[in-house]
Nanobody, 126 residues
Framework: QVHLIESGGGLVQAGGSLRLSCVAS????????SGWFRQTPGKEREFVAA????????YYADSVKGRFTISGDKAMNTVYLQMNSLTPDDTAVYYC???????????????????WGQGTQVTVSS
């Protein structure tokens, strides 16, 4: 069973930075997409960023492009989301997820991800 555990959320002032981490264990597949999504009450879960393995190609939502960076350690056991220049609009619960099929066409769609972490709260104050 795959487990994903996020950490790194918290309260930060607008303009500040946070780095989220997602530790994965129990993988039995070699090709996958690892993504970050976020959700606020009453809204659908929103794509933030994703990285493919192998290859490490990265993809971003337009709203975070240039401010957020997704990366992974050498073995991709831990996936990071570096968030800079945060604004109150970035306030949400952030989830990491993995698509064991690694399908490129669905990399931005939360419905195609197989495994999810428990979420970590990010709050940006104005």
């Amino acid at each position: 069973q795959v487990h994903l555990i996020e950490s790194g959320g918290g309260l930060v002032q607008a303009g500040g930075s946070l780095r989220l981490s997602c530790v994965a264990s129990g993988r039995t597949y070699r090709n996958f997409n690892s993504g970050w999504f976020r959700q606020t009450p009453g809204k659908e879960r929103e794509f933030v960023a994703a990285i493919r393995w192998p290859g490490r190609a990265t993809y971003y939502a337009d709203s975070v492009k240039g401010r957020f960076t997704i990366s992974g350690d050498k073995a991709m056991n831990t996936v990071y989301l570096q968030m800079n220049s945060l604004t109150p609009d970035d306030t949400a619960v952030y989830y990491c997820a993995e698509d064991a099929g690694g399908i490129l066409s669905s990399i931005r769609h939360h419905g195609n991800y197989d495994y999810w972490g428990q979420g970590t709260q990010v709050t940006v104050s104005s």
